[in-house]
T-cell receptor, first 114, second 115 residues
Framework: AQSVSQHNHHVILSEAASLELGCNYSYGGTVNLFWYVQYPGQHLQLLLK??????LVKGIKGFEAEFIKSKFSFNLRKPSVQWSDTAEYFC????????????FGSGTRLQVQP | GAVVSQHPSRVICKSGTSVKIECRSLDFQATTMFWYRQFPKQSLMLMATSNEGSKATYEQGVEKDKFLINHASLTLSTLTVTSAHPEDSSFYICSASTGANTEAFFGQGTRLTVV
C-alpha cells in the first residue's frame, strides 16, 4: 500500500522568504507524484506533477519540485513566497496504469506574513 | 483544465435523515470518479471509487450501506449519506480524471453538518 508523509504541518514565513515543503512516499513500484494546493474556501488545484522524465518539475506560480528516487522524496520549493501563497499544500501519489485514486499526505498549512 | 462541479457546497441536516451530494464532470466524460472525506486539519482519505454503470468499490472500513454511491452516467456520480449521524459531519470531496496517468480534478467539496 502507498503512504505519503509530509513533515511540516504548519509553516510560517515572511514574504520573499524561500520555501521548501517535504514529501516522502512509501511504495515499492513506480509512482506518479503530485502537489495540490487548496486556497482558503476553494477546491484543490494542481500545482505540478511528475510522471516520468526530468526529475525537476516546474509548476504554476513559480513552484517547482524535485523527485529524488533514492530518497523517495518529492519536495516542493519556491524561491520567494508571496502573501497570496497562503494555503494548504498536499502531496499525493498514485500508481501509473493502476489504481488512479490518489493517496494524500496530511497536508502543510503555509502562512505567509506580509 | 477540466472542471468538476460538486453540489451542494454546504448542507446541514438533522440526525437520521439522508443527504445526497452530486459530482459532475462538466466538460469531459469520467468513467471513474473518486469520493474522499477530509476531517478537520487532516488529509483526504479515499472512501470509494465510483464506476459508471457498475458498483462502487469501497475502501476498507467504509460502510457501503451508509454511503451509497451511484454513477448513472459518464458525467454524474452521487454520494448519499443515509441515516446521517453527527459523526458523519465532515468535508466530502469528489474527483475525476480524463484518463489513466493524468491529473485528477477536484470538486469544490461539500461540508456536511449533522445536528
Amino acid at each position: 500500500a502507498q503512504s505519503v508523509s509530509q513533515h511540516n504541518h504548519h509553516v510560517i514565513l515572511s514574504e520573499a522568504a524561500s520555501l521548501e515543503l517535504g514529501c516522502n512516499y512509501s511504495y515499492g513500484g513506480t509512482v506518479n507524484l503530485f502537489w495540490y494546493v487548496q486556497y482558503p474556501g476553494q477546491h484543490l488545484q494542481l500545482l505540478l506533477k511528475y510522471f516520468s522524465g526530468d526529475p525537476l518539475v516546474k509548476g504554476i506560480k513559480g513552484f517547482e519540485a524535485e523527485f529524488i528516487k533514492s530518497k523517495f522524496s518529492f519536495n516542493l520549493r519556491k524561491p520567494s513566497v508571496q502573501w497570496s501563497d497562503t494555503a494548504e499544500y498536499f502531496c499525493a501519489v498514485n500508481a501509473p496504469g493502476g489504481r488512479r485514486a490518489l493517496t494524500f499526505g496530511s497536508g502543510t498549512r503555509l502562512q505567509v506574513q506580509p | 483544465g477540466a472542471v468538476v462541479s460538486q453540489h451542494p457546497s454546504r448542507v446541514i441536516c438533522k440526525s437520521g435523515t439522508s443527504v445526497k451530494i452530486e459530482c459532475r464532470s462538466l466538460d469531459f466524460q469520467a468513467t471513474t470518479m473518486f469520493w474522499y472525506r477530509q476531517f478537520p486539519k487532516q488529509s483526504l482519505m479515499l472512501m470509494a471509487t465510483s464506476n459508471e454503470g457498475s458498483k462502487a468499490t469501497y475502501e476498507q472500513g467504509v460502510e457501503k450501506d451508509k454511503f451509497l454511491i451511484n454513477h448513472a452516467s459518464l458525467t454524474l456520480s452521487t454520494l448519499t449519506v443515509t441515516s446521517a449521524h453527527p459523526e458523519d459531519s465532515s468535508f466530502y470531496i469528489c474527483s475525476a480524471s480524463t484518463g489513466a496517468n493524468t491529473e485528477a480534478f477536484f470538486g469544490q467539496g461539500t461540508r456536511l453538518t449533522v445536528v
